[in-house]
Structures are given as structure tokens and as C-alpha cells.
């Protein structure tokens, strides 16, 4: 019998056994779904909604298409992708996962994106937001904010790393076909060099033009949509801390971390991070703390990279929500997958090879490991107008590397011509 034809026996057991977990450990699931849907309700609905609409009314507004005009010229040569991804990547890195996905999504329904690029473009604009990764992870689970810097530096450096490999997938024949997408290919942009932003501003107004919904028509669509996506990532987040919850209880947590000792010691880390890392398989939430938490006797730079791996691997829980999304589209799951993989473990390595240099200078002493009070999971994600400045800085850190990236090709075509 084929893979294909044991699925569908194979995942009714696994209900059916969850189903018998949950009614012989029925306070555990009670409590760990209340868990679940505190976490949606009190971090998740807040942080991602607002961003959610903002983003169906920017798509609708033709926002992408100015970004597209203005982003190409170092979104294709780095990435193999429209400038319209860059966009999506700003938004992905501010506001976290499945922003990224969702976005990459659309794009994808407006044909500014083909299968190969939409796949190169949520592969590396998946990511933990920063509000998340300091106050949370640094502040909330470490204790200490300047560990932001090592896991920033590990965490988006290794997204960019992600993204350069990620030109090397697909067809090298694979191109959008949307002319709206800004691409300076079109007439308008072999006219004049200087006109960029005037024809961004065009594409804008033409994307407007095409899509000719009122403005309460859009935002009622945009609420409609986004309701319905937060609603599905609530739903995941509950499911995966009840399944969590009852694989602890019925033991299988520990034989988990057991076989992942082996492998631990194996590669020289230390064996007790074993719960961290299985715990960041299925939730990021979890693992993360974890890792901060884990015992006084581990060093730093181990816990670190295990914060670093579970952040950039983004738990089972994430990859649900990232894979609902992707399929309503043609985007395959697997190449997102092993993106996750290796930017796991590019973000794990890249903190230890860069700790003593970067965080020898920050921490003076083993002072940064004092025995704070667990404030617990206090984060509050009421940092909407911090996303919203980190998203400016990005947009205009992109777009003027964009701007000096056509200059300097300008600038070498003519010299290489001069020849």
C-alpha cells in the first residue's frame, strides 16, 4: 500500500488516539486549551489583526505596486523576485508569522507572482517579529535585552542568507507576468532612468484604478478575510497546546527528550536542552522559554543558539498556519519546509560563531545571568505604533538601497560600455 493510501487510515487513528487522550486526561486538556486561547486572544488577536487589514486595504489601495517600481531593481538581481517582495518582506519581518505567507498569498492571486517565486518569497519573509524576540524572548525568558542583539543578528541574518539561497530554486525561465508589478522592463521604464518614482506612483494609481472597490467595500472585505484567517491561526494555536499538553501527560514528551539527548551529546551540546528543542518543534512560544529557562549549568551561547533554531524553525504550529494559507494557492509546502530547516540551523550556528564577537563587547561579566523574578509570559503586544515604525525604517532602508543598487548598476553599464 502507497503513502497516499495510509494517510487517510493513518490520521484517523491519530484522532481517534487523541480523542482517548483527551478523555483520559480531560483536566489537562481543559486547562491547555484555555492556555491556547489565552495566548490567541491575548497576544496573537491584537499583535497580527490589525496588521492583517492594513495589509488587504494596502493591497487594495495598489501600495505593492509602488513598492514593486521602486523595490526592483535589488529585489530581482538579489533575490529572483519582484520588487513587490519587498513589500512583503518588510511587513513579514515586522509583523511575524504568517504575515509573510498571507501576503505572499495574495500576491499570488493577483498574478504579480509565479508558483517558483511565491515559494522563494514566504520561504525567507517567515519570521518572528521584534517586538516578540526582545520583549519575550530576550526580556520575558532570558532576562536580559541585550541577547536581542545576538538572536536579532542570528535571527534576520540568517532570513537574508535564506533568501539568497532561495534564488537558486525554480526555474531559472521562472518570471511574474504581471505587468502591474512595476518591472523596469516595461516601456515607461526604458524611457527615463530618473522616473522611478514617478511611475511608482502610476503603477499605484493604475492598481487602484483596476481594482475599483469603494473604500467601505474594501475595508469590509479586508475585516471579512482577516476575521476569518485570525480564526484559523486561533484555532491551530489551540489544538497544537491541547496535543502538546496531552503528549506530556501520556508520557511520550519523554521519550522525546530522551532520544534527543543522544543526538545532542552527539554534536557536542548539552544533553538537558533536549526539552527546549522538542518543545520549539511544536510551538515556538514554548521552546523559546524553555530555552531561556533551561538550568544555570548550561552556557549562554548553547541556550542562545537553541533560542535562535526554535525561533527560525517556528514551530509546527506556524507551519499548520503557514500551510493553510498556501493552500488555497498553487505554493508548495516542502520547499517552505526545508527553508525552516536550514534557517534553523544557519540561525543556531551563526550565534555561536558570533558570540565572542559580538557579545563579548555586550556583556561584561556572567552578570547577565541574575537570578530575576519569572515575570512568566507577561509580553504585551500593544506595540503597534513600535511595528509601525520598524516598518517605515524597513521600507525606507530597502527602498534607498534599492535607489543606490540601480545607481551603482547604472553606473557600472556605462563604464563596462565605455570600454
Not at 492594513?54 to 520588487?83: A, C, N, Q, Y
Not at 507576468?177 to 527615463?192: D, I, T, V
Not at 527528550?257 to 527546549?276: I, R, T
Not at 505554493?331 to 540551523?345: E, K, N
Request: net charge positive; glycine share 10%.
Amino acid at each position: 500500500m502507497s503513502l497516499k493510501k495510509l494517510g487517510l487510515p493513518l490520521m484517523i487513528v491519530s484522532l481517534a488516539s487523541l480523542l482517548l487522550l483527551m478523555m483520559r486526561f480531560p483536566g489537562a486538556y481543559l486547562e491547555s486549551a484555555l492556555r491556547g486561547l489565552a495566548i490567541w486572544w491575548d497576544v496573537l488577536f491584537p499583535s497580527l489583526f490589525p496588521f492583517f487589514i492594513i495589509s488587504e486595504v494596502m493591497l487594495g489601495f495598489g501600495i505593492v505596486h509602488l513598492f514593486g517600481t521602486l523595490l526592483d531593481p535589488l529585489m530581482k538581481p538579489l533575490f529572483r523576485i519582484p520588487g513587490s517582495g519587498g513589500f512583503v518582506a518588510a511587513m513579514g519581518y515586522v509583523s511575524g508569522y504568517p504575515i509573510g505567507a498571507k501576503l505572499t498569498a495574495k500576491l499570488w492571486e493577483q498574478n504579480m507572482v509565479t508558483r517558483d517565486e511565491g515559494e522563494r518569497l514566504v520561504a525567507f519573509t517567515t519570521s518572528s517579529d521584534p517586538i516578540f524576540l526582545i520583549g519575550a524572548v530576550s526580556v520575558g525568558f532570558f532576562h536580559d535585552p541585550k541577547m536581542a542583539v545576538i538572536l536579532a543578528i542570528s535571527h534576520y541574518g540568517g532570513g537574508f542568507l535564506i533568501g539568497l539561497l532561495m534564488r537558486f530554486h525554480g526555474s531559472r525561465q521562472s518570471h511574474s507576468s504581471a505587468p502591474s508589478s512595476g518591472s523596469a522592463q516595461s516601456p515607461q521604464g526604458r524611457k527615463e532612468r530618473r522616473g522611478r518614482i514617478r511611475r511608482a506612483f502610476a503603477a499605484m494609481h493604475r492598481a487602484r484604478m483596476e481594482d475599483g472597490r469603494a473604500i467601505g467595500e474594501m475595508l469590509r472585505q479586508a475585516v471579512e478575510s482577516s476575521l476569518k484567517l485570525i480564526i484559523v491561526v486561533g484555532g491551530l494555536v489551540v489544538f497544537f497546546s491541547v496535543f502538546l499538553e496531552l503528549l506530556t501527560q501520556a508520557g511520550v514528551m519523554k521519550n522525546l527528550y530522551f532520544a534527543l539527548e543522544y543526538l545532542l551529546k552527539a554534536a557536542g551540546f548539552p544533553a538537558s536542552l533536549s526539552e527546549a528543542l522538542v518543545g520549539g518543534l511544536f510551538e515556538v512560544t514554548l521552546g523559546a522559554r524553555s530555552a531561556g529557562e533551561a538550568a544555570a549549568s548550561i552556557p549562554l551561547p548553547f541556550k542562545a543558539a537553541a533560542a535562535a533554531f526554535i525561533l527560525s524553525w517556528g514551530g509546527l504550529s506556524v507551519h499548520a498556519q503557514i500551510a493553510s494559507i498556501l493552500h488555497a494557492t498553487n505554493l508548495r509546502y516542502l520547499p517552505f519546509m526545508f527553508a525552516r530547516l536550514i534557517h534553523a540551523v544557519l540561525a543556531a550556528g551563526l550565534v555561536l560563531f558570533l558570540w565572542n564577537p559580538v557579545m563579548g563587547r555586550i556583556l561584561p561579566a556572567p552578570a547577565f545571568q541574575q537570578a530575576l523574578p519569572d515575570p512568566g509570559f507577561a509580553w504585551a503586544p500593544g506595540g503597534f505604533a513600535d511595528r509601525i515604525a520598524y516598518f517605515c525604517l524597513l521600507i525606507g532602508f530597502v527602498t534607498a538601497a534599492s535607489f543606490i543598487w540601480s545607481l551603482v548598476r547604472s553606473l557600472w553599464r556605462k563604464l563596462y560600455a565605455g570600454r
